[in-house]
């Protein structure tokens, strides 16, 4: 059985794309039968793996509208290994066409539910903002990872997210969980990071994982060419520090 993990953050720009992409990697590499699955209309996580966005006949967009099932549209990353359902700008459109179809927020479920015993973990990248699609992987998913910069301005957003994520759990899948907060682009020299890392340590505990991603150079370059940091450059800190998440997860999800 697929175990299905969204990666959501509403606030932008704190590494939920890299963090989705390297931990598919990782745990591709670790023996689990992976997919990726690209709800962002910017098709990040798609390049990053390796895909090219402008070049798709069939994505998640066509999958979520009924237009395709998830086995037309699926791909293979060609560095990481791991499947990728992907997503262009086609995927914008979905917002609106979606309003008007029937379980609207249950559209990414059905469609996976079919391929259950594909893969071992299916990881949904969202937009960074609380939209039909971040609906829509947080009704399919069992448990939320949410990646953070131990920064104020992110345990403003947290509070938001953990209370979106209530509200889904009471009204709409009641699965859903929180499995962690990731600590990213961490710079142990900064007092301040040091400071909002002992507050989450302090009022979430064990659900805050051990691995730390550092700040890294070689992570930000990887999609650029169109490989997870990884694979990209396996002795860099922050592939390091991915590998060691991944190995987290493995262990963390036998316990849920």
Same mark, same amino acid.
């Given at each position: ?7 959501? =953050? ?77 997503? =262009? ?13 029937e379980r609207r927020e249950n559209r990414l479920r059905d469609a996976l539910k079919a391929f259950d015993a594909d893969y071992d973990f299916v990881l949904v990248d969202c937009p960074p903002s609380l939209s039909m699609l971040t609906l829509n992987g947080l009704c399919a998913a069992h448990g939320v990872i949410i990646p953070m910069q131990c920064e104020y301005y992110a345990l403003e957003g947290l509070s938001d997210l953990v209370n979106t994520i209530k509200k889904v759990h009471a009204n709409l899948n009641r699965d859903l ?80």
């Amino acid at each position: 059985m697929a175990r299905i993990f969204c990666v959501a =953050n509403q606030k932008g720009g704190v590494g939920k794309t890299t963090t989705c992409v390297n931990l598919a990697a990782a745990l591709q590499q670790a023996g689990q039968r992976t997919l990726l699955v690209d709800l962002d209309p910017q098709g990040n996580a798609t390049m990053g793996s390796g895909i090219d966005k402008r070049a798709l006949q069939k994505s998640v967009y066509h999958v979520l509208v009924g237009l395709a099932t998830l086995d037309q549209a699926r791909a293979s990353s060609p560095s990481g290994g791991y499947d990728v359902l992907p997503a =262009n700008r086609d995927l914008a459109g979905a917002e609106v066409e979606l309003v008007a179809l029937e379980r609207r927020e249950n559209r990414l479920r059905d469609a996976l539910k079919a391929f259950d015993a594909d893969y071992d973990f299916v990881l949904v990248d969202c937009p960074p903002s609380l939209s039909m699609l971040t609906l829509n992987g947080l009704c399919a998913a069992h448990g939320v990872i949410i990646p953070m910069q131990c920064e104020y301005y992110a345990l403003e957003g947290l509070s938001d997210l953990v209370n979106t994520i209530k509200k889904v759990h009471a009204n709409l899948n009641r699965d859903l969980k929180i499995i962690g907060l990731l600590r990213v682009m961490f710079d142990p020299r900064m007092t301040l990071q040091q400071q909002v890392s002992a507050q989450l340590e302090n009022h979430f505990a064990d659900k805050v994982f051990r691995a730390i991603v550092p700040r890294n150079v070689r992570l930000a370059e990887a999609p650029s060419h169109g490989m997870p940091g990884v694979i990209f450059d396996k002795a860099a800190k922050g592939a390091q520090a991915y590998m060691a998440f991944a190995t987290e997860m493995i262990e963390r999800v036998k316990t849920l």
